[in-house]
């Protein structure tokens, strides 16, 4: 018989990136005591690693949990940006209900519409929090209307667009149910999440499951699976067996030895858990998203939705630059190869396949954010490596036509840099399906439909033309025909000619070719890109050239040379600016452009074929 714990309520909290999920977070952990009034607590407290606190963005889905008026809420906090859905889809599995925060000033953008349409697929009732109500140029009233909106587009039923409105501010901890009047505190946010969010139902007497929607590593422990006990209990040394939907032959006989739930940012060791608590279980070696623990009696999966495919892929390889290893404490194709495949316990949306030689995997992804952001997390723990540039995955219909990956690109620019942005996504095959006027004024809202190779490399291209003031939203649409050949770079390479030093006589020339991305005293190897040249051809250019000594001239005379500063390149940047004959060279204190053939000789030959 099937009973409701009314003292448990799971919640996930979704939305685009940037509209204050995690500080509506750290407001609802401070205001429910979590933290003593004196303790010194960081801001965007669930962002715990270096790269999503410098980027200002969640990348892990996590879990925390607080007390209200004796009710437990547990809340998962989930990423905003397109690149990481994939933890968004399978967290939703673990909840009763989610909070969907939208801002105020921007209303719902495209990510607001991904994440609100999984929701709804799964018929869990929303809480709609307008966030950021004291920001300049708020609008409210109008945001609550595009939101009714977005949801009839989405075929909400009529529970879902019943749904209860709370107007917050994250930043300064207040919330209300009115627009025009604005809290205290949040306490009306809280009182929404218990009458709106329906309590976890199950039935205690029946056989153990437990559907695995979250994976955790620790070094200590291995893998840890987090989920939610849907039927029966779970205890401490309980014999198991786990069952997997998607494969019905699957079943390995497994031991619970170590059982946690969540309180506040902490895990707590406990011996049971009952139906509709989220649980970690640390112990099972070999255990993965989608799994459900069972009863050995009565081994039943819970059904559980396909993690959406990766649409793009790179090639990790080892590094083999004349400067290699001077700067990596992990440099081993067996380093690179256990790091890479370490990175599968944790993103259900990465793939890593080996490929014919030892040296070079093939990493796929959602998106160049994703696989930047593992490139970047692996060069500080001190790996180094080469990655080659992004390409998109095809695949064949049924009649062996080609399909490539297409977004959905929303663009908001100001109204005179429109111009430019459509003429560079037409060339890449963008096709423009809408253009409209902002509410504000001054803007346009561009909608394109476009090959994920085009987006590849033009991130940057966009930051330059719209002045910084332009904002590209994607959404993944599905695959379409193949929409023909574009050309990726405009502009090509300027490639150092020697190996040395760079001296200021070397780089006064070549400065003069086009942009530089290094100055006087980098190392450089013949082969490696030391900047942009200003034409669609490649040059080499000999930046190690110093003046030679006259009987006239001291080798004082360099200091009335003036050279430009060089380029500083981003990680991105780098990626966005290879070509497909060039690799990244990534190493804990440099990132280094270089062609895939560094000798000259055989590039050239190989050019020509």
């Not at 099937?2 to 999920?21: C, E, L, P, Q, S």
């Not at 990726?488 to 150092?496: C, D, K």
């Amino acid at each position: 018989m099937n009973i409701k714990r009314t003292d448990i309520r799971n919640i996930a909290i979704i939305a685009h990136v940037d509209h204050g999920k995690t500080t509506l977070v750290d407001e609802l952990l401070k205001q429910s005591g979590v933290f003593r009034e004196n303790q010194e607590v960081a801001e965007r407290v669930m962002d715990s690693n270096d790269i999503e606190r410098e980027r200002g963005i969640t990348i892990l889905a996590k879990n925390t949990a607080i007390t209200y008026k004796g009710v437990k809420i547990n809340i998962v906090d989930t990423p905003g940006h397109a690149d990481f859905g994939g933890e968004v889809e399978r967290v939703l599995k673990m909840v009763n209900g989610v909070i969907l925060v939208v801002d105020a000033f921007e209303g719902p953008m495209p990510q607001t519409k991904f994440v609100l349409q999984k929701a709804l697929d799964l018929k869990l009732p929303v809480i709609v929090c307008i966030n950021k109500i004291d920001r300049p140029g708020a609008r409210p009233t109008e945001v609550v209307d595009e939101v009714l909106e977005l949801f009839i587009e989405l075929d909400a039923n009529d529970e879902q667009l019943d749904c209860p409105f709370v107007f917050a501010s994250a930043k300064t901890g207040v919330a209300s149910l009115d627009a025009d009047e604005p809290g205290t505190d949040m306490t009306p946010l809280f009182e929404t999440i218990l009458s709106a969010i329906p309590c976890p139902e199950g039935d205690p007497d029946a056989d153990t499951q437990v559907l695995i929607s979250t994976i955790d590593y620790n070094e200590y422990v291995g893998r840890i699976g987090i989920g939610k006990v849907d039927n029966g209990h779970i205890r401490v040394n309980d014999e198991c067996v786990i069952v997997n939907h998607h494969d019905p032959d699957y079943l390995k006989k497994v031991k619970i030895s170590k059982l946690y739930e969540f309180d506040g940012l902490n895990k707590v060791e406990i011996t049971e858990a009952g139906i509709g608590q989220i649980v970690a279980i640390s112990g099972i070696s070999d255990i993965h998203i989608g799994d459900t623990l069972c009863s050995p009696e009565n081994p039943v999966a819970i059904p559980f939705q396909k993690i959406s495919e990766p649409t793009i892929a790179m090639y990790f390889m080892v590094n083999d630059s004349p400067l290699a290893g001077q700067e990596g404490k992990y440099v081993t194709s067996r380093h690179l190869r256990d790091r890479l495949f370490r990175e599968l316990n944790t993103d259900v949306s990465l793939r890593v396949e080996e490929t014919d030689t030892t040296e070079c995997f093939k990493v796929s992804g959602r998106g160049e954010l994703h696989l930047s952001v593992l490139i970047e997390t692996m060069r500080r723990e001190g790996y180094e490596f080469a990655v080659s540039k992004a390409e998109v995955l095809y695949k064949k219909d049924e009649a062996g036509h080609l399909l490539e990956p297409m977004e959905i690109a929303y663009v908001d620019v100001p109204d005179e840099f429109s111009g430019i942005v459509i003429e560079k996504l037409s060339i890449r095959k963008g096709e423009l399906t809408s253009m409209a006027s902002s509410n504000n004024g001054g803007t346009t809202r561009l909608t394109f439909r476009i090959p994920s190779r085009g987006l590849i490399g033009y991130r940057g291209d966009f930051m330059t033309d719209t002045k910084g003031n332009g904002i590209l939203n994607t959404e993944f649409e599905g695959y379409g025909p193949f929409k023909g050949d574009f050309p990726f770079r405009q502009l090509s390479s300027l490639i150092a000619f020697e190996s040395g030093e760079a001296v200021t006589y070397g780089l006064f020339n070549a400065q003069e070719r086009g942009t530089l991305f290094i100055g006087p005293g980098t190392k450089v190897y013949a082969g490696m890109v030391v900047g942009q040249h200003g034409k669609s051809d490649d040059i080499e250019v000999n930046v190690c050239k110093a003046k030679h000594l006259t009987n006239t001239r001291s080798s004082g005379a360099d200091d009335a040379l003036h050279l430009v500063p060089p380029k500083a390149m981003s990680l991105e940047q780098c990626l966005d600016f290879i070509n497909a004959d060039e690799l990244l060279e990534v190493t804990p204190k440099s990132l280094r452009i270089r062609k895939k053939i560094l000798e000259h000789t055989a590039r050239y030959r190989a050019n020509k074929k």
